[in-house]
């Protein structure tokens, strides 16, 4: 009769403890991707879901990094994508490699938050369309974001390790 | 009974007469104190039809570096296209933020030249030499150099003389754009079947621009 040890009992429970901390942290970064993707998708009182990608075309070219093909594209794309992601956070389906992707993705948009502030850029974000503020004061919000969205992807990734040791 | 008759023509008169020149005084002195109202400089500080399915009204400050850019690259290509084709009618309206030392005094000019009629190469002189007067503080000479002296012997009569109406005129255009909530130059809206809509701040490429008003131009 094998009794099991008070180490190994202990180890499930912190687990499963981070596990439970990290649900508020998946929803909260779920529904910030997700208000995001709304905010670029429904501005000015309205659906813009056929003319929104010339609205956000123009703030991404603000930051004057892009080539403007690459911009039109990001522009179509990116929406879906934050729509996407913010769902599949809440989901909870695929969290390392979708923590991972929004922590990339955050990692980007910093870089080019923190551009526009060292050139003096007068421009608005555009992270969340028109409810966007100066890149300075955005890049506070995305280093919350992205300390979230590490810990959401280390826990998820440390939660699968744990999951194969005992396995 | 004569008597009475007279005494009773002087009352009736005293009567009738005094209290309609008393309610007349006050409207009198009233529109005397009330100030000239502000000429609509709207139509002059425009381009193109007021017909045009769309409208680009664009609040712009002359010593901004990004109004600058945004005019030279963008709107001078719209000027050449779509306004020339009716397409698109371009409204100006100043919005001088107090961060530039001569912007004001810049727009004061592009007013008075819009009351001479000499608009639009005074908006492309303030752009295109912004470096120049930005630095100097010497919009008049740099004008003088531009504009044939007849229209400027009209606009330096114009501005030395017509001070408040110019004021007005800015600070019109001003409070218009505060209540739109623009606290930034270029602020750009475009109109069309009766929608405003702004477009992110800070200039927009021309091509861009281009694609989103042809966008609009299908709707039709």
Same mark, same amino acid.
């Given at each position: ?8 009992? $202990? ?15 998946? #929803? #909260?970064?779920?529904?910030?991707? #997700? ?34 093909? #690459?911009? $039109? ?9 934050? +729509?996407?992601?913010?769902? !599949? ?28 502030? !060292?050139?003096? +850029? $007068?421009? @608005?974000?555009?992270?969340?369309? @028109? @409810? ?5 004061? $955005? !890049? ?7 300390? !979230?969205?590490?810990?959401?992807? +280390? ?13 | ?37 502000? /000429? ?89 030499? /912004? ?90």
């Amino acid at each position: 009769m094998s009794q099991a040890s008070p180490i190994a009992i $202990e180890r499930p429970r912190t687990q499963s403890k981070a596990r439970l901390l990290l649900i508020p942290a998946r #929803i #909260i970064l779920g529904a910030v991707f #997700i208000y995001a993707a709304y905010a670029k998708l429904h501005f000015n009182g309205a659906w813009h879901l056929r003319d929104y990608y010339f609205f956000f075309a123009m703030g991404i070219d603000s930051y004057k990094m892009l080539p403007l093909a #690459i911009v $039109e594209w990001m522009a179509k794309i990116l929406p879906w994508l934050e +729509l996407g992601l913010g769902t !599949l956070l809440i989901v909870g389906a695929g969290v390392r490699w979708v923590g991972l992707m929004v922590t990339a993705l955050l990692a980007v948009f910093m870089a080019a938050l923190a551009h526009a502030a !060292l050139g003096g +850029l $007068e421009i @608005n974000c555009g992270c969340f369309g @028109n @409810n966007s503020v100066k890149p300075s004061h $955005e !890049l506070i919000v995305d280093g919350v974001l992205i300390t !979230l969205a590490l810990a959401v992807t +280390l826990g998820g990734f440390l939660s699968r390790r744990g999951g194969n040791s005992q396995a | 009974m004569k008597r009475l008759n007279v005494k009773f023509v002087f009352f009736a008169l005293v009567g009738l007469v005094l209290p309609a020149l008393l309610s007349a005084g006050p409207r009198q002195s009233a529109a005397a104190s009330k100030p000239a109202p502000v /000429q609509d400089m709207t139509a002059l500080k425009s381009m193109g039809s007021r017909e045009a399915p769309i409208t680009i009204e664009v609040f712009s400050d002359y010593q901004c570096p990004q109004c600058r850019v945004f005019y030279l690259d963008t709107a001078r290509q719209l000027m050449q296209s779509y306004i020339p084709a009716g397409k698109v009618y371009y409204v100006h309206r100043d919005f001088p933020l107090s961060m530039h030392s001569h912007s004001r005094e810049a727009a004061r000019w592009a007013t008075a030249a819009a009351m001479a009629g000499a608009f639009q190469t005074t908006e492309e002189t303030l752009y295109s030499k /912004q470096d120049q007067w930005g630095a100097t503080g010497k919009i008049e000479d740099v004008l003088a150099a531009a504009l044939s002296p007849t229209d400027m012997k009209k606009v330096r009569t114009i501005e030395a003389t017509q001070g408040t109406q110019i004021d007005a005129a800015i600070a019109k255009d001003m409070a218009l754009g505060e209540s739109r909530g623009v606290n930034g130059t270029p602020s750009i809206y475009v109109l069309h079947k009766g929608q405003m809509t702004p477009l992110p701040p800070g200039g927009v490429n021309y091509s861009l621009l281009k694609q989103y008003i042809d966008y609009l131009l299908q709707q039709h």
